[in-house]
Nanobody
C-alpha cells in the first residue's frame, strides 16, 4: 500500500487547513490510520488516529477540539481537518497506517508511512 500526503501550506494563526492522505494498493477499510507531526529539532509526535473497527477516533491533547480525522472509503482517502491553527502547530505532518490493527500513539505501531507535508502557521 502507498500513501500520498498533501494539503500542507502556509496559513495565519487562527486559520484552517485540510490535509489529505490518498491511498493506493489496498482499501482503507482494513487499516487503522494515524497522523503524526514533527517540528524542527523535535521528535515525531502523535496527532490523531481513526481506528479500523467502528471508526473511533483519538487525539493528542494539544489538538483536541481543533483537529478532526476522518476517512472517505469512496475516495480511499484519509483526512485531517485542522482549525484554529496556532504557530506551535507548525511541523511536517505524516500519515501512517497499520493493517488489521488498532495502532497506538507510538510510531512503531504503524507499518506504512507517507511522505511529510509541511504546515507553517504564522503569528
Amino acid at each position: 500500500v502507498q500513501l500520498q500526503a498533501s494539503g500542507g501550506g502556509v496559513v495565519q494563526a487562527g486559520g484552517s487547513l485540510r490535509l489529505s492522505c490518498a491511498v493506493s494498493g489496498d482499501s482503507i477499510s482494513d487499516y487503522t490510520w494515524a497522523w503524526f507531526r514533527q517540528a524542527p529539532g523535535k521528535d515525531r509526535e502523535f496527532v490523531a488516529r481513526i481506528k479500523r473497527s467502528g471508526g473511533r477516533t483519538d487525539y493528542a491533547d494539544s489538538v483536541k477540539g481543533r483537529f478532526t480525522v476522518s476517512r472517505d472509503r469512496a475516495k480511499n482517502t484519509v483526512y485531517l481537518e485542522m482549525n484554529s491553527l496556532r504557530p506551535e502547530d507548525t511541523a511536517a505532518y505524516y500519515c501512517a497506517a497499520v493493517r488489521n490493527g488498532l495502532g497506538s500513539v507510538e510510531m512503531d505501531a504503524y507499518r506504512y508511512w507517507g511522505q511529510g507535508t509541511q504546515v507553517t502557521v504564522s503569528s
